[in-house]
């Protein structure tokens, strides 16, 4: 995982045929490829457990208790793909805390809302959290679900759009 990280950094590219090319092992490009997919399938290779210890341990390092910090929840769709993201503001950056594929298209609903939220929360319970979102989750639910938790729920209305 190490290896498979400092190329991701060095070779600022996430595509397996690209890591596959560069990954440092002693067989084809093509059995390489095969090799890191059949690694990236693991069941025990999950968000929960490679990326939250990692997003932890960044925010003890970079950001003191009872720092505010901006989560940031979206919806995006690509063609066939629905795509909810829950992202981390900083520097003017978002960081990926969490996504997860829709299984339909259109809007989320509250159900897919809460479950994607609460899954990043107990991340944040040591700092003042503030969610942003934009109309689609204008949902007074939603808001609830995050004051809750102790967050600020911020929205972008309809009419600050124009």
Same mark, same amino acid.
Request: net charge positive; hydrophobic share 45%.
């Given at each position: 995982?190490?290896?498979?990280?400092?190329?991701?950094?060095?070779?600022?590219?996430?595509?397996?045929?690209?890591?596959?090319?560069?990954?440092?092992?002693?067989?084809?490009?093509? @059995?390489?490829?095969? =090799? &890191?997919?059949?690694?990236?399938?693991?069941?025990?290779? /999950?968000?929960?457990?490679?990326?939250? *210890? !990692?997003?932890?341990?960044?925010?003890?390092?970079?950001?003191?208790?009872?720092?505010?910090?901006?989560?940031?929840?979206?919806?995006?769709?690509?063609?066939?793909?629905?795509?909810?993201?829950?992202?981390?503001?900083?520097?003017?950056?978002?960081?990926?805390?969490?996504? @997860?594929?829709?299984? =339909? &298209?259109?809007?989320?609903?509250?159900?897919?809302?809460? /479950?994607?939220?609460?899954?990043?929360? *107990? !991340?944040?319970?040591?700092?003042?959290?503030?969610?942003?979102?934009?109309?689609?989750?204008?949902?007074?639910?939603?808001?609830?679900?995050?004051?809750?938790?102790?967050?600020?729920?911020?929205?972008?209305?309809?009419?600050?759009?124009?």
């Amino acid at each position: 995982m190490t290896v498979l990280l400092s190329l991701m950094q060095s070779e600022k590219q996430v595509r397996l045929e690209r890591l596959s090319r560069v990954f440092p092992c002693l067989i084809t490009a093509e @059995s390489r490829r095969r =090799k &890191l997919q059949r690694f990236l399938d693991l069941p025990n290779l /999950t968000i929960e457990l490679i990326w939250f *210890p !990692l997003i932890t341990y960044w925010l003890t390092t970079y950001c003191r208790v009872g720092t505010r910090l901006s989560i940031a929840i979206d919806r995006s769709q690509w063609g066939c793909i629905n795509l909810f993201m829950v992202s981390l503001i900083w520097e003017r950056r978002a960081i990926p805390l969490y996504w @997860s594929l829709l299984p =339909k &298209l259109g809007s989320s609903n509250f159900e897919e809302k809460t /479950t994607n939220l609460q899954q990043v929360l *107990p !991340l944040f319970s040591e700092y003042k959290v503030i969610v942003l979102g934009d109309r689609e989750f204008c949902s007074i639910d939603a808001r609830i679900l995050a004051q809750g938790k102790g967050c600020v729920f911020l929205l972008k209305t309809e009419e600050e759009s124009s």
